[in-house]
């Protein structure tokens, strides 16, 4: 009986200090480490501000139902939609899939010049942001959360709370081309 006694009470107070630990990851996320507003969510906004230009100036050349444009308004909503880090992270990968494809669609058009150097900065502010996202300090706290869920008595812990690892935010396998 003491036995029971003694795991609930380390799977209730190990599952508040993972809380709070996790609330502290995710105040990196949203905040940085500052507490500047420059953390991970800053950067997917940006890759939300830039997408939405990349589609105005595609507009210009290419039907507005082009599959295409489609494709990154789609991925635009699903970043804006997600909920969790993990999913944002894999919508972000997959908006810069997206907006990859259409940068390259464009490259086969004749486009004015003024729209040339959009593009051009439209490639670098997204290459940007994955580069920094990746050596945010978001992601070194998610490392130390994961850590702590990771032996005895975390697994057990995180288990019995349905707490979940914090997803990393690095450089994408299938990180597109630059050119």
Sequence with gaps: MLAVVVVGAISIRGGVDLRARRTETARVFDEGANGDGLGIRYDLDTQVAVTHNLM???KRYLPENDDGILAVDEARERLLMAKDMRGMYEDSVSLLQCADALLSRLS???????DARYLRGFTTDLHSTEVTMAADVYNEA????????EGFPGRMIAF???????AFF???ESSYERK
């Design 170 to 172: 690095g450089l994408a």
């Design 56 to 58: 105005t100036v595609a």
């Design 108 to 114: 086969d058009v004749e486009v004015s010049e003024q």
């Design 142 to 149: 998610a490392a130390v959360y994961n850590k702590l869920l």
């Design 160 to 166: 019995v709370n349905q707490i979940e690892p914090a």
